[in-house]
């Protein structure tokens, strides 16, 4: 019989606040997260005011324990989530820190971040592809979906399903034109929105990341969300990141925070393995005219400006959107158009720095200055 989300609150609704008469159960409270349910693994937060921290670790303990009473359920994750500070906040103190906790993942050689300032400049689409051009030189490849309240690569990879069991305790990822791809997007439905705060998105990244059976991976691609905040953040003091790419386009908008976006990785001393600049162009397919939509070459002034890499330009291209919404990248289905080159490109390109005779720090120190 397969766990299901009421019967899960069914038995959260026996937990109450406190052991007052008159306590209302943390459901009817609504201080219970949204519930993911993945095979045998149950995961959801409480909220908590930090005040009472104390209070509600017991009540945490007292979740964990109904719901793996639960016929199925052998896993449960409840993290403890507040209002009152964020994990940067907490990161931070009036001395410098250093943070050293650094932990290799299992049968993964490289870490490469994928990562933009803010959204809608076509991060997930280049991570996918470049995934695909790094199969292209012989490199077996995976892809973590960071991007917990949006989810991109199932759609992008054409991905449908739930993952199933693997080695031990570990859950197996959804394979698509050879690549391991693991993402939020295969555990809840596409409509359902992930109202989770920051504590819970980073759990729920750090098992996706530590509890799947990768395999032997020679690059995983963190596909990352757009931003600088704490899942950034926290993957930076983590996980051993080998390096990072930025994706903009031209446009001065996205290029303020393309820039936001080279300063933290520069700032936590992950090496940024340079800058793409996609939707460069747009070839009217009429005519054979070029227009700069968003602007012209101002990734590759941005890069000079920082002093990091430019990695090259992706045009504005129609198959690539119409191979994204049909889940067939443009690499795979169309390898010899001027896109598909690029890709491959920029990905060999990468290959190169990582293998350079300059070798990149694989664990730096991460050093906060207020």
């Known amino acids: 019989m397969p766990v299901i989300k009421e019967l899960v609150l069914e038995k959260l609704s026996g937990i109450l606040i406190d052991e007052s008469k008159d306590s209302s159960n943390i459901v009817a409270a609504g201080l219970v997260s949204e519930i993911v349910i993945a095979n045998d693994r149950v995961f959801f937060a409480i ?71 803010k959204g809608g400049v076509g991060k997930s689409t280049t991570a996918v592809n470049l995934a695909l051009s790094f199969r292209n030189l012989g490199l077996s490849i995976g892809i973590l979906d960071a991007d917990i309240y949006g989810p991109s ?33 295969f555990l809840v439905d596409e409509e359902t929105p992930m109202i989770w705060r920051g504590p819970m998105v980073i759990s729920a990244i750090t098992q996706m990341l530590r509890e799947v059976d990768w395999g032997d991976i020679d690059i995983l691609i963190v596909d990352m969300p757009p931003g600088t905040g704490d899942v950034q953040l926290t993957m930076a ?69 920082s002093g990091v890499p430019y990695l090259g330009d992706i ?25 598909s080159q690029s890709y491959n490109r920029i990905a060999n390109d990468i290959w190169l720095k990582i293998n350079s005779s300059e070798k990149l720090q694989i664990v730096p120190n991460i050093i906060y200055e207020e």
């Open 47 to 117: 909220s908590a005011k930090k005040e009472e921290k104390d209070k509600f670790e017991i009540v945490r303990k007292k979740a964990e324990e109904v719901v793996k009473t639960i016929p199925g359920v052998n896993v449960v994750r409840v993290s403890l989530t507040s209002h009152d500070k964020s994990p940067s906040d907490l990161s931070r103190n009036d001395n410098t820190k250093k943070a050293s906790n650094k932990q290799s993942v299992e049968g993964i050689k490289y870490i490469v971040a994928v990562a933009s300032g």
């Open 153 to 185: 690569v199932p759609k992008l990879l054409g991905l449908k399903g739930r993952p199933n069991p693997g080695t031990g305790k570990k859950i197996q990822p959804l394979n698509a034109y050879g690549i391991a791809a693991m993402s939020m997007g």
């Open 237 to 305: 003091q983590n996980v051993p990141i080998i390096g990072s790419v930025i994706v903009s386009t031209p446009q001065d908008l996205a290029l303020i925070d393309a820039r936001k976006g080279i300063s933290m990785f520069q700032k936590v001393n992950i090496p940024v393995l340079g800058i793409i600049e996609n939707m460069s162009t747009f070839i009217c397919p009429k005519c054979g005219e070029a227009s700069h939509i968003f602007g012209k070459e101002g990734a590759m002034k941005e890069a000079k400006k």
């Open 315 to 339: 045009p504005l291209e129609i198959d690539i959107r119409v191979g994204s919404d049909l889940g067939k990248p443009i690499v795979e289905f169309n390898p010899g158009s001027i896109c």
